[in-house]
């Protein structure tokens, strides 16, 4: 099975900054990872799919990049709303689907 | 828009058995693989399973292969997920999902609320 290693796992920032949090594949992966946002005790949502396509209605200060095995989200202004955990995920020749270990991010 | 609600999690005893539905609103349920999702607490996600979107394949994750079935009748809009041998570590959240996707997994891209499933004697 393909493993996700998200790094770091956990942050600290604060409103305005830019976040850049990192997933890496165990193996190749094309484009094959989304990202989700989860914030404490709901269900998570779609943020980008396909490395870097933004889901609809996700604000376009989110972006993703990458390809291959080493995939970045970045959050370029971030708001008091998105402080959450957020998850990547591969679908790469899948099932099964792995998640990555998550990031919390924080405020500071 | 898109709706997916989750019933029939609860407390049960290891070894026993709990049955998941997830009744599916908003959109052409046939048209979508579905899968269920679960999350420990204070854990990250676990991918558990996925049915395509006319019942004809299933895949399962290791931890969970021989003990759960998916399943979905798509006359009802309903996705199940019948669980067997219940074990303390399959405690979790468990979450209906949408795949953007027929069959191969693409993308996750509507989530129910999710409901509690406590294996505890």
Request: aromatic share 12%; hydrophobic share 30%; glycine share 10%.
């Amino acid at each position: 099975d393909i493993q996700m290693t998200q790094s770091p796992s956990s942050l600290s920032a604060s409103v305005g900054d830019r976040v850049t949090i990192t997933c890496r594949a165990s193996q190749s992966i094309s484009s094959s990872l989304n990202w989700y946002q989860q914030k404490s005790g709901k269900a998570p949502k779609l943020l980008i799919y396909a490395a870097s396509t933004l889901h609809s209605g996700v604000p376009s200060r989110f972006s993703g990049s990458g390809s291959g095995t080493d995939f970045t989200l970045t959050i370029t202004g971030l708001q008091p709303e998105d402080f959450a955990t957020y998850y990547c995920q591969q679908t790469y020749r899948t099932p099964p689907l792995t998640f990555g270990g998550g990031t919390k991010v924080e405020i500071k | 828009q898109v709706q997916l609600v989750e019933f029939g999690g609860g407390v049960v005893q290891p070894g026993r058995s709990l049955r998941l539905s997830c009744a599916a609103s908003g959109f052409t349920f046939r048209s979508n693989a579905m899968h269920w999702v679960r999350q420990a607490p204070g854990k990250g996600l676990e991918w558990v399973a996925v049915i395509w979107y006319d019942g004809s394949d299933e895949y399962y994750a290791d931890s969970v292969k021989g003990r759960f079935t998916i399943s979905r009748d798509n006359s009802k809009s309903t996705l199940y997920l019948q669980m067997d041998s219940l074990r303390a570590e399959d405690t979790a959240v468990y979450f209906c999902v949408r795949d953007h996707s027929s069959n191969w997994p693409y993308s996750l891209d509507n989530w129910g609320q999710g409901t509690r499933v406590t294996v505890s004697s």
